[in-house]
């Protein structure tokens, strides 16, 4: 089982940068990261869309294309973050942290085993 903490969300100004934190627990622990993290984005009325994702050390790593050259994405074991520069209002959204254990290969449709609960980015114009 792993549970995922989200912070660092709030509200930024369009042009601006804003990092995510994540942190993951898991029980039992075990001696190796956890194989696949990532960050979700939901905004209203739209369908929950991948932004980004990796796999420990950096074997797979997932851009959406609206995001890339503007974030990056990175983990240090179980803690993952999200660096977002040049953020635009339309992408103004409640972030989800994701993780999966299992061998996956990262993309649009991938479909992680474990949710945080989210954290809300706004931009404002």
């Known amino acids: 089982q792993v549970q995922l903490t989200e912070s660092g969300g709030g509200l930024v100004q369009a042009g601006g940068s804003r990092r995510l934190s994540c942190a993951a627990s898991r029980r039992p622990e075990r001696p190796y990261s956890i194989y696949a993290m990532g960050w979700f984005r939901q905004a209203p009325g739209k369908e929950r869309e991948l932004v980004a994702a990796m796999t420990r050390g950096g074997g797979q790593t997932y851009y959406a294309d609206s995001v890339k050259g503007r974030f990056i994405i990175s983990r240090d074991n179980n803690m993952l973050y999200l660096q977002m520069n040049g953020l635009k209002p339309e992408e103004s959204a409640v972030y989800y942290c994701?993780?999966?254990?299992?061998?996956?290969?990262?993309?649009?449709?991938?479909?992680?085993?474990?949710w945080g609960q989210g954290t809300q980015v706004t931009v404002s114009s």
């Open positions: 994701t993780a999966d254990d299992r061998t996956v290969i990262l993309g649009a449709n991938w479909p992680p085993e474990y």
